[in-house]
Each structure stands twice: as structure tokens, then as C-alpha cells.
């Protein structure tokens, strides 16, 4: 289990809720054009739901900021204090979950989620889930947080169901915030 190490896993296979077969990895640098496209995918709601601001597909898709994200932090040569997942199929990404370290070395990883909107109730959310859940247990992750808007309500459920806690943002009473504490795998 060691939290800093190499790549978590390969491709795995999955199904998504219509029986439909997808696949579900690591998101690389080499995935920065198909992120681009899959931002594309996303309705102004539900980007206002991911990043609790009504951010522009532009600025989502500036070429410093996926590098930032897809490059250099995913690949840092120290540690592994960024990780992220897609769900794909054929060409096509449907969704991502990213977990990003909160303090060096703290275990504390806190999650975002996106998927694209016309895939809305197909599965991509539970699939990420179930995905990142197994990272964390595999890695040594101690704590899994995340923040979502009230509104947000099929994330609020998911987070629900998968276990974690629900709590106050005592600065937003419009966020909430969730907590999980991962059980190590044997």
C-alpha cells in the first residue's frame, strides 16, 4: 500500500446501467484533446454544479490550465498527490473524478466529479465512485472529502450512499460538505 507510488492500476471494464460496455483508467497527459471535447459535453447547469460557479467552457478548456492539470501535476516525479480516472468509451470520455491531496503527506484527498451531461443517470457517477474508493483503499488514503453544492442533489446521493458523511460548511450554507474515512484492503 504505498500511497506515493506507481500508477494505480490499468484498464479496467465496466458496465454502465443500459448494459453498455465502457472503460475506466488513469487519465494522462495524452487525454488533454479528448478532455477538451468532453468539456464541450457538459451543459451550463451542470458546470455550474461541478464548480459551484458559472465558469465559462473557455476558461475550462485554457490550454495552461489542462496542462497544469493533466501534465504536470498528474505526472510530478514526487509522489502521487493528484490522481484522476476517466470512464471512455471508444473515443469518447463520460466522465472524470480527480482526488487531490490537501495537505503533503496528510492521506486527506478531496474529490471532484464531473460527467457529461447526456449521460445523466447512466451510471458514470457510481462507476467513478466505486473506481476511486478502490484507489484510496489500495493506497493508504485515510480520508476522502468533498464539497457540492445543495442543489446538487444526485451528487448529494451518491456521496450518500457510498458511504460518506454529510456535514456543514459553516462559511456557505448553500455547500455541503462530505467525509469518508477509507478501510485500508487487505
Known amino acids: 500500500m504505498d500511497l506515493f507510488g506507481a500508477k494505480w492500476a490499468e484498464i479496467q471494464y465496466n458496465q454502465l446501467n443500459d448494459g453498455s460496455a465502457v472503460a475506466v483508467r488513469e487519465a494522462i497527459a495524452a487525454d488533454i484533446p479528448r478532455i477538451r471535447e468532453y468539456i464541450d459535453q457538459l451543459s451550463p447547469d451542470d458546470r455550474y454544479l461541478r464548480y459551484m460557479s458559472s465558469i465559462s467552457i473557455d476558461a475550462l478548456k485554457d490550454g495552461d490550465r489542462l496542462e497544469r492539470i493533466y501534465k504536470t501535476s498528474l505526472e510530478a516525479e514526487f509522489g502521487r498527490r493528484h490522481v484522476a480516472f476517466v470512464v471512455e468509451r471508444g473515443a469518447h470520455i463520460l466522465g472524470v473524478v480527480h482526488a487531490w491531496e490537501r495537505e503533503v503527506y496528510s492521506a486527506v484527498y478531496e474529490l471532484s466529479y464531473s460527467r457529461r451531461s447526456d449521460h445523466e443517470g447512466c451510471g458514470v457517477g457510481g462507476i467513478l ?58
Not at 129 to 149: H, K
Request: aromatic share 6%; no cysteine.
Open 129 to 186: 465512485m466505486n473506481t476511486i474508493l478502490d484507489w484510496a483503499r489500495a493506497s493508504g488514503v485515510r480520508t476522502l472529502v468533498a464539497d457540492t453544492l445543495r442543489e446538487n442533489h444526485r451528487m448529494r446521493k451518491l456521496f450518500q450512499i457510498s458511504g460518506f458523511q454529510e456535514g456543514k460548511n459553516p462559511d456557505d450554507p448553500s455547500v455541503v460538505h462530505y467525509t469518508r474515512i477509507v478501510t485500508p484492503s487487505s
